[in-house]
């Protein structure tokens, strides 16, 4: 359940914003510029970062950045580092522990999202101190200074995945479908509250959408558009903003077999695993033997998943 308050005299709903963006590769184990980084210093920079962070000592927060360039110091923050961890593996070549140091970035503005997803910014590349010093010139080893999103200047550390679009352009929200399933008003403040049932909406299932309005649109123009923009857009031309996988079932082999594979997708957005998945696509089957006119998104979620 979601609570969206609607201000009566103002005719506004409002809604609760997201704009974390999680698991970015921001450095790895390796050898730059002469200077080795083994797995035990990727710790320790993740290490530092809690402990020196907001959660610890309150000494560090690390921005993210336009560049590497520092000539001025009023540039604004492209995004905060909001939490780090390091992803450990075996190299498939020589069978040594090697490490990623994956980044959540949160308060990342719309300029960002947007001149990442149209590819102006594909990597990033982060900036460690060697030894952070306190006030009092203590030292507490490695630690994240910065992370710069780079454009046309190349990454010292090349194995690291590119910066993934599709989280950016989820921009300040998901969109998503509202069924109202409860409302109270308060009198003396003159609103109302709305209890609503929400969908989440992905933004493939919404480019199909408005394919289909508007087949010979300009693939660049597409990338351009924000989640909400194509909805607007495809209510606009008269067309539904519901999700495909809410449709009703078609009869017959094919339509069980369409089912079935949306099942499969409502199982994989809840992040089962393949033998839970595999229970639930036979607790499925059975069920809509015995009751073929609901969908299966309603049957997913009388079994719990999301949809």
Request: proline share 4%; glycine share 6%; aromatic share 8%.
């Amino acid at each position: 359940m979601m609570t969206a308050t609607y201000v009566a005299r103002h005719g506004v709903t409002r809604f609760a914003e997201t704009n974390t963006i999680s698991n970015i590769e921001i450095f790895a184990s390796g050898t730059y510029r002469g200077k080795d980084y083994s797995v035990q210093d990727l710790d320790t920079i993740a290490r530092n970062f809690a402990r020196l962070g907001e959660q610890g000592k309150n000494l560090l927060r690390v921005p993210v950045v336009y560049g590497h360039e520092e000539d001025r110091t009023d540039k604004p923050a492209a995004g905060w580092v909001s939490g780090v961890r390091v992803k450990k593996y075996r190299d498939p070549d020589t069978g040594k522990l090697e490490g990623t140091l994956l980044a959540d970035f949160s308060d990342v503005p719309q300029e960002t999202r947007q001149l990442v997803r149209s590819k102006r910014f594909r990597h990033v590349s982060a900036e460690v101190y060697d030894n952070f010093l306190d006030d009092y010139e203590r030292g507490f080893g490695m630690a994240l200074r910065r992370v710069a999103l780079l454009g046309n200047e190349v990454p010292q550390c090349k194995r690291i995945a590119e910066l993934p679009r599709d989280q950016f352009s989820d921009r300040l929200f998901n969109p998503f479908r509202l069924r109202r399933v409860g409302i109270s008003r308060n009198e003396s403040l003159g609103t109302f509250t709305i209890f609503s049932e929400v969908t989440q909406m992905e933004r493939e299932s919404l480019v199909k959408q408005l394919l289909a309005l508007v087949p010979d649109l300009d693939p660049r123009t597409q990338e351009s558009l924000t989640d909400e923009q194509i909805m607007d857009i495809v209510a606009a031309l008269g067309g539904e903003t519901t999700d495909p996988l809410e449709a009703a079932p078609v009869e017959g082999a094919a339509g069980m077999m369409g089912e079935v594979k949306k099942m499969r997708r409502f199982a994989d957005r809840t992040k089962l695993d393949s033998k839970a998945k595999e229970n639930v696509v036979r607790v499925f089957s059975e069920r809509r033997k015995r009751n073929p006119a609901l969908t299966a998104a309603q049957h997913a979620r009388e079994l719990g998943l999301r949809v």
